[in-house]
């Protein structure tokens, strides 16, 4: 299953809008990540936060952590078209294994169109 | 550097058939993982690696193999391909430490017919 559930899975807004992309997981946390992927490529990191983090800014996108009700939010402002995407959050779980490196569980993602 | 990359970049196979899909990283990355990406859904963990010798299970491994001879590569093997195994199929790689953003390759899109 799971960790993470995106919403809304589908978003469509007017280039210069604002695109808020919200994600809920399950389990405790070290970070919080998110990724966007292009139609048909890889994805690529876009911003990390820490459990100690409340929240993160780089450039354009605002990215919020709620460890208490165990949710992110992700801001992008100013939309342009080509931020048409897929985003994604990403967890990193607390875990005391040795072996589990930095392993991520990612959620379904949210589908983003920017209309030009 | 090239970063990730992945072959073949598609693939058809037959019910039965095994191939293997090549995965591998220049940036000296101890943590190597495979994913499959189902229409409309996220990543799901298929195996991981960290580091040359040790590998383990993610969230959906049955009828998949990996094995760790090298920092660079990190093969996934299919033994008997099955068409619920139709998938897009993504290797990433970062340092092992907590808290680095993981660099995935271009993906592998697999047909199982």
């Known amino acids: 299953s799971q960790q993470g559930e995106e919403d809304p899975q589908a978003l469509s807004i007017q280039e210069g809008e604002n695109a808020t992309m919200n994600c809920s997981y399950k389990?405790?946390?070290?970070?919080l990540q998110w990724y966007r992927q292009n139609s048909g490529r890889g994805l690529v990191h876009l911003i990390l936060?820490?459990?100690?983090?409340r929240e993160k800014h780089s450039g354009r996108l605002r990215v919020t952590l709620d460890t208490s009700k165990k949710s992110s939010s992700l801001l992008i402002t100013a939309s342009r078209a080509a931020d048409t995407a897929s985003y994604f959050c990403?967890?990193?779980?607390?875990?005391?294994?040795?072996?589990?490196?930095?392993?991520?569980?990612f959620g379904g993602g949210t589908r983003l169109m920017v209309k030009p | 550097n090239a970063g990730v990359t992945q072959t073949p970049k598609f693939q058809v196979l037959k019910t039965g058939q095994s191939m293997t899909l090549q995965c591998a990283q220049d940036?000296?990355?101890?943590?190597m993982s495979w994913y499959r990406q189902d229409p409309g859904m996220g990543l799901r963990l298929i195996h991981y690696?960290?580091?040359?010798?040790?590998?383990d299970q993610g969230e959906v491994p049955n009828g998949y193999n990996v094995s760790r001879s090298t920092t660079e590569d990190f093969p996934l093997r299919l033994l008997s391909a099955a068409p619920s195994q139709t998938s897009v199929y993504f290797c990433?790689?970062?340092?092992?430490?907590?808290?680095?953003?993981?660099?995935f390759g271009p993906g592998t899109r697999l047909t199982v017919l």
């Open positions: 990433a790689s970062s340092r092992v430490r907590s808290g680095n953003e993981q660099f």
């Open positions: 690696s960290v580091g040359a010798g040790i590998t």
């Open positions: 990403a967890t990193e779980a607390r875990t005391t294994s040795n072996n589990a490196g930095n392993m991520l569980t």
């Open positions: 936060i820490r459990s100690n983090e």
């Open positions: 389990t405790s946390i070290n970070n």
């Open positions: 940036m000296n990355h101890e943590y």
